[in-house]
């Protein structure tokens, strides 16, 4: 009796296409950027530095120093592009 072969799959994308980028700028480094953005168009509003801050308590060595922290400061590109975006806070899943 021969052997059951299976087709191979076609190559799919799994994941939806993102125009978006993340980057992790130092926080210290605000205060030159936004002085540099003031004297630019002032009709584009100033990109925020948002903090996510970590859900996590850490333990042991990792809590004996303070700038030892997971909290990340973070900026979507284009900003603007993702500002405009419709905003859901639930989701239901089928």
Known sequence: MAAARKRP??????????????????PNEKDKKSKRRRQ????????????????????????KDPNNTMDRYYQVHPYQKWMDMTRYNSFVRT
Do not use: N, W, Y
């Not at 799959?9 to 130092?26: G, N």
């Not at 630019?40 to 809590?63: C, H, N, Y």
């Open 9 to 26: 799959r076609p190559d799919e994308d799994t994941q939806a296409e993102c125009p978006f980028t993340v980057t992790h700028p130092d």
């Open 40 to 63: 630019e168009s002032e009709d584009q509003p100033v990109p925020k530095i948002p903090l996510q801050a970590t859900p996590f308590s850490p333990m042991g060595k990792f809590t």
